[in-house]
């Protein structure tokens, strides 16, 4: 009877034992659906909106993580200004990378002694998985799990998914970066290399919604080459082209790359800058002057190097500032009367 109850004993072990093997595949099972779910989500994404709106969400709720973040390397990868209203996809500069992944791999933590501080975003941490998102050997980012339970992402967590999934995320990362590419390619002059009349008006709506948010002031400037019709008729239009050209791109090397610098049409140019004091916009001109003198010098034009000019200052976001075509018209109605002033003059 002993021997039949240790038999009965040892089936009933083994059954639960069974029944846990089972579980377990059932839910393996429903981990890598969801896992395709989340991996399909970050392929079809077209923006950072779509990625933090859908598959950081699905990552979350699926496998039940208390905080996800995806960071992306600013120094690697250019994906545009990333909007601080988004709550899973934080910018970081690459350095924090290099110095966080030496050896390229996963970090799994119970504490936050060893965090840096860009990545220490969750209050309630007990434990967190940190891992690179590698392209090419180059690191576009990091994908970060945080959990309140301390044992979540304990030393020998398996990470082996995590990293299938980083290299997916990968995949959406470039292929977002391929479309800003070829995005900013049609805002580009393809005479001088500055920015064309189409960027013109993206950048304006850019910066007066700044503006509006963060009451960020700056400065329209719209330049027009005098008199520069006379050197097409005296030395022919390749020359003209070449003084165009010349100028567009002394121009983007000689200003900051906080100043938008573009070509409106023709010999006229602009400048949107974060400067907004009368004697630095003044300052701005005189620049762009001497680069005009320059060039003539160098290309042996008698002419005289002069620049007329509009401007608009926003500095309080008002009816006649509110959106792209009125800042470009206010300038352009300044640049007008000046031309005309000079005109009379002579």
Do not use: W
């Not at 040892?10 to 395709?36: R, S, Y």
């Not at 500032?321 to 007008?336: C, H, I, M, W």
């Amino acid at each position: 009877m002993s021997k039949v109850n240790e038999i009965l004993k040892e089936n009933q072990l083994l059954k639960k034992e069974l029944e846990g093997i089972l579980e377990l595949i059932a839910e393996n099972e429903v981990k890598a659906k969801g896992l395709k779910i989340v991996e399909y989500a970050f392929l079809l994404s077209e923006s950072l909106e779509d990625i933090d709106a859908k598959p950081m969400v699905y990552l979350e709720e699926i496998f039940d993580i208390d905080k996800s973040a995806l960071f992306i390397n600013i120094d690697a990868i250019d994906l545009g200004d990333i909007d601080e209203k988004l709550t899973h996809i934080y910018p970081v500069k690459g350095k924090t990378f290099d110095y966080f992944f030496l050896e390229k791999k996963p970090y799994l933590g119970q504490s936050t002694v060893n965090m840096i501080s860009e990545f220490n975003i969750y209050e309630n941490i007990g434990s967190y998985i940190i891992a690179p998102i590698i392209l090419h050997d180059k690191i576009l980012g990091s994908l970060n799990l945080y959990s309140k339970n301390i044992n979540r992402y304990s030393p020998d967590y398996n990470s082996d998914f995590i990293k299938d999934l980083c290299f997916k995320i990968a995949i959406s990362l470039r292929n977002l970066d391929f479309k800003k590419m070829l995005s900013d390619q049609s805002l580009i002059d393809d005479a001088t290399g500055c920015y064309n009349k189409k960027a013109m008006y993206s950048f304006l709506a850019q910066f007066i919604n700044r503006c509006k948010r963060y009451n960020q002031h700056f400065t329209f400037l719209i330049l027009d080459l005098d008199d520069f019709k006379r050197i097409n008729d005296r030395k022919g239009h390749l020359i003209g082209d070449k003084v165009l050209s010349r100028f567009g791109t002394d121009l983007r090397k000689s200003f900051r790359k906080s100043d938008i610098i573009g070509r409106f049409g023709g010999d006229e140019f602009y400048i949107i800058t974060p400067e907004t004091d009368e004697n630095k916009i003044v300052s701005i001109v005189n620049k762009a002057e001497k680069i005009l003198q320059d060039i003539f010098k160098d290309m042996k034009i008698r002419a005289v190097a002069s620049i007329s000019f509009g401007k608009t200052v926003v500095l309080n976001l008002n009816e006649s500032s509110e959106n792209p075509e009125t800042v470009f018209k206010l300038a352009d109605a300044e640049l007008y009367k000046m031309k005309k002033e000079r005109h009379s003059r002579r």
